[in-house]
Every structure is written in C-alpha cells, then in structure tokens.
C-alpha cells in the first residue's frame, strides 16, 4: 500500500512539474515573440528617423515652421504635420498614436491607441495578432492635443514592455533618471518625473479611493488639481516637482503583482508645456509653490 501511494505521489509531482516546465517554455517563447516584434518596429522607426535626418540636412528648411506645442495644433488631425518617421507605421496601422522611449527602463516602443476599445492591445500585436505581452496602449479618452495620458503595458518578468517600470520606486533611480520621451505622431516631447506610488484597482463604489485611472480626461482644472494632489499624497518620495494647470502630464501604469489588482504607477510632467506656461513669470519666482 505504501509502494503505491508512493508511486502515486511521484506521479503528481512529474506532472506538475511537467506542467510547470510548460509553462515556463510557453513564457519564454511568449517574452521572445513580444521582443522581436519590438525590435522590428524599433528597427523601422530608427531607419525611417535616419533617413529623415539626413534628407533635411541636404535641403533648405521650409518655409512653413512645424507647430512649436500642443496650442498650437491645428483641431482638424488630418491638418498636421507628422513626424516623417512615423510615417510607414502610421499607414501600416492607423491606431499607432505616438513613440516611448527610455534608455533607463529599456523601453524603445511604439505606443497605441483604439477609440472604441481601450484594452484591444492588451493581448495583441502592433499588427493585431495575438500577443502574450501586447502592446503599449493608451487609456481614453484621448487626443494629442490633450494634456494627459494615460499609457499601459504588461509588467513582463523578463524586464520587457513595463517589466522594468518598478525600478522608480527607488527615490536614488528616480533622481538619476528623471527623464522619458513619449513622441506623439507629431511632435517630439521630453517629460520629467513627478511621482510614484502602488495603487489598485478599487471597486466602482469606492468614491474614497483614488482611482486614478477615471482620470485619462484632466481638463478640467479641478479634476488636474485633484490628479495632482493625490498623486503627491500617495508618491513614495518627494521629486520637488508640482505640475499646475496648463501643464501635460503623462502616466504610466503597469500590473504590481505583489497586491492583489495592485498596481505601479509612474507620473511625469512634460517639460516644455511647463516652459511655456511659466515663461511670462518673475525671473527667480519657485513656480512649485
């Protein structure tokens, strides 16, 4: 009988771990697929972007400027300029809204947009296919001419999408790398960190809860001004950064598997709409006041 039960044992135990060495084969495969997607996108992008370059440094520059900031653009999307680089992946795919890029989390992405289903890139491919890991997509609603967006990723153990995105909970990486761009189809844009902190998915009830993803539309200027405090209150350090109304924000926002629907959220303040909108003040006056 115990011979038996022995064997019984050891049977379970091999088919859990064949189980689980499936498992772990399915992730790796699934990791490796998601990376060579980017990879030829990011690969695209650059070509694009270099020949760009170089074709406006053999001609004069035009006569007509492309717009200087988001006041500026044109209501009408079709009457905008887009950045030659994004071009070809525009025409392949008309819901890619824009580029992130960051050195720091290894992040050199493209970014999507689906107006009537938020979460279709959740499991899907910049080409719509099917994909483990998906693709970067943002929270409506949204237009570029708006002043926040909300951008989410899977949190990839392999470090890939927003897998490395945990890192600015550490106030020392934070301080050394403030900075991240997120280009939109037409215009290039550097933002700097305002805060971090762990949330969750809250039930719909709970009015109490900050549940910052309601939050994709901030303009109006008590809901920027109650974004903002929030986000201060629930930072886990201070970054001497506080955006006012008039300012861009950018959140992201990535799975915190230690929580149950828990969450990890980064917060950034895009630079130049701060210049712009401070540019008439005091010279030496703390704008963060």
């Known amino acids: 009988m115990k011979k038996k039960t022995r064997r019984i044992l050891i049977v379970i135990l091999l088919l859990v771990f064949l189980g689980s060495s499936g498992m772990a084969v399915r992730d790796l495969l699934a990791y490796r697929k998601t990376d060579s997607t980017n990879r030829e996108l990011a690969a695209l992008m650059h070509a694009a972007e270099a020949a760009a370059e170089a074709e406006s440094e053999a001609e004069p520059e035009p006569a007509e400027a492309l717009p200087v900031g988001p006041d500026e653009l044109p209501e009408d999307n079709q009457a905008r300029v887009m950045l030659p680089q994004y071009r070809a992946l525009h025409d392949r795919n008309s819901d890619f809204a824009g580029w992130l890029s960051s050195a720091a989390l290894g992040i050199d992405l493209p970014v999507m947009y689906s107006e009537y289903d938020q979460n279709h890139y959740i499991r899907s491919d910049f080409d719509g296919n099917y994909l483990l890991g998906g ?155």
């Not at 200027?221 to 903002?228: A, I, L, S, W």
């Open 135 to 289: 693709t970067l997509f943002i929270g409506v609603p949204w237009e570029p001419v708006n002043n926040h967006a909300i951008i989410y990723g899977h949190k990839m153990k392999n470090g890939s999408m927003f897998g490395n995105l945990v890192r600015y909970a550490k106030e020392d990486f934070g301080a050394e790398n403030p900075s991240i761009s997120f280009d939109t189809l037409y215009r290039k844009q550097t933002y700097e960190l305002f805060g971090a902190f762990y949330s969750k998915v809250y039930a719909i009830n709970d009015t109490q809860a900050f549940q910052y993803y309601n939050y994709a539309d901030l303009s109006d200027p008590e809901d920027f001004d109650y974004y903002v405090r929030e986000v201060r209150a629930a930072a886990l350090y201070d970054t001497g950064v506080v955006p006012e109304y008039g300012d861009t924000l950018l959140t992201l926002s990535t799975c915190d598997y230690y929580t149950e629907n828990g969450r990890f959220v980064v917060v950034f303040r895009q630079v130049d709409s701060h210049t712009r909108k401070t540019a008439g003040s005091t010279p030496g006056a703390d704008i963060y006041k």
